[in-house]
C-alpha cells in the first residue's frame, strides 16, 4: 500500500511538472531558460522539487517577458518588465529556505543590472 502511494505521488509530481511547463518558448528563450535554471539550481544549492519550482517560474518569466516585448509599447515595456521582475523575486524568495535566500542574494548581486533576470530574455 505505502508503495502505492509513493508511486502515485511520484507520478502526480511528474505529471504537474510536466503541465507547469506547458508554456511554449521560443527555442532561443528554451535554451536561456534551461542555462539560468542549471546555473540558478547549482548557486543555490536546490533540490528535486526545489529546481522544478524554479523551472516554472523560470519559464513563466521568459513567457510573460516575451510577451510583453512583442505586445506592448516600447514606452510600456520597461515598467512592465520591472514589474514583472519584482514578481519573479516575489515568488523565488517564497520557497527559498534561509540559507538558499542568502545564496541567491549573492548570485544576484554578482549578476550585473544589464543582465538582471528580465533583461536576460531581451538579450
Known amino acids: 500500500m505505502k508503495k ?5 505521488l511520484m507520478l ?6 510536466a503541465f507547469a511547463e506547458g ?8 535554451k536561456k531558460c534551461s542555462d539560468v535554471t542549471r546555473t540558478m539550481a547549482n548557486e543555490l544549492r536546490l533540490n528535486e522539487m526545489g529546481y522544478i519550482k524554479l523551472k516554472a ?3 513563466e518569466l521568459y513567457a510573460a517577458t516575451e510577451e510583453i516585448l ?5 514606452e ?3 515598467e512592465k518588465l520591472q514589474a514583472l521582475a519584482a514578481k519573479y523575486e516575489t515568488e523565488l524568495v517564497s520557497f527559498l529556505s534561509p540559507s538558499q535566500l542568502q545564496a541567491y542574494k549573492s548570485y544576484a548581486a554578482r549578476v550585473s543590472s544589464s543582465s538582471k533576470f528580465v533583461a536576460i530574455v531581451t538579450q
Open 4 to 8: 502505492f502511494i509513493l508511486a502515485s
Open 12 to 17: 502526480f509530481i511528474s505529471f504537474g511538472a
Open 23 to 30: 508554456t511554449q518558448l521560443s527555442p532561443d528563450a528554451e
Open 57 to 59: 517560474l523560470n519559464r
Open 70 to 74: 512583442l505586445t506592448s509599447k516600447s
Open 76 to 78: 510600456e515595456q520597461q
